[in-house]
């Protein structure tokens, strides 16, 4: 049964920076100065967003799925109260291989007179793919590929696919999703994009071998967040 609400809230799902803090909206930024509150994955990454753009006064709550924060119904709750809420994730879109997606779902089902509005931003999805110089007129994204159960089954799965497949991967694993890949896919073209919009951000393409190789040689390069894409 949907829950009484006091007073007409809203809910913005608010897209921030991938990298470069620059990466914001007027809107966002509009958004979070006239909310109650802001629902953080990490409140010490989204202080730091906040006091570049000298948003003050503002009170925080941490929200992640998989771990401890403020529940759903708790949002709910302050919903129902009047409250208008933002929900931001570390960097990027919320709901897009970040939490999002199950309190959006929650609030429809027990809020359904609540609004729910999208304020756009960056994706690393969207970056990697207006700069790799791949076709990209049909494509799979992935987000990131699970880490044991499943994950074998999917490298046969891209190995075969007939469309462009995208995916997330940590500096943790990168090199045996290479592995994994020459495995499977060795005469494939591999995009990789890492730390997009950074001081670092770099681009490279070749065979799963050529960039294990590449980076088993450069090890430094093994850090932050890579966007894998695999041509058919």
């Not at 708790?74 to 709901?95: E, F, H, I, M, Y």
């Amino acid at each position: 049964m949907a829950l009484e609400i006091k007073f007409m809230s809203t809910l913005f799902v608010v897209g921030t920076p991938i990298g470069n803090l620059e990466d914001i909206t007027l809107r966002a930024l509009r958004v979070l100065k006239e909310v109650d509150v802001i629902l953080c994955e990490d409140t010490r990454m989204t202080k730091r967003l906040l006091e570049k753009y000298e948003v003050v006064g503002k009170q925080l709550f941490a929200y992640n799925e998989q771990k401890s924060g403020v529940s759903a119904e708790r949002v709910c709750a302050l919903l129902q109260d009047g409250k208008n809420v933002a929900l931001v994730s570390d960097a990027g879109t919320p709901g897009i291989s970040d939490p999002g997606s199950m309190l959006v779902q929650k609030v429809r089902e027990a809020l359904p007179e609540v609004k729910i509005e999208s304020v756009p931003g960056a994706s690393a999805l969207t970056a990697a793919l207006s700069i790799a110089g791949v076709p990209v007129h049909d494509f799979v994204f992935l987000g990131f590929l699970p880490h044991k159960k499943g994950r074998e089954t999917l490298f046969k799965e891209i190995a075969t696919s007939e469309r462009t497949m995208i995916f997330y991967e940590s500096p943790h694993r990168i090199l045996k999703t290479l592995e994994s890949l020459q495995k499977h896919a060795p005469e494939k073209r591999i995009t990789i994009c890492r730390e997009l919009t950074k001081i670092h951000e770099e681009i490279k393409s070749g065979s799963a071998s050529e960039l294990l190789e590449f980076f088993k040689t450069n090890e430094e390069k093994v850090r932050g967040e890579f966007v894998v894409i695999v041509q058919n």
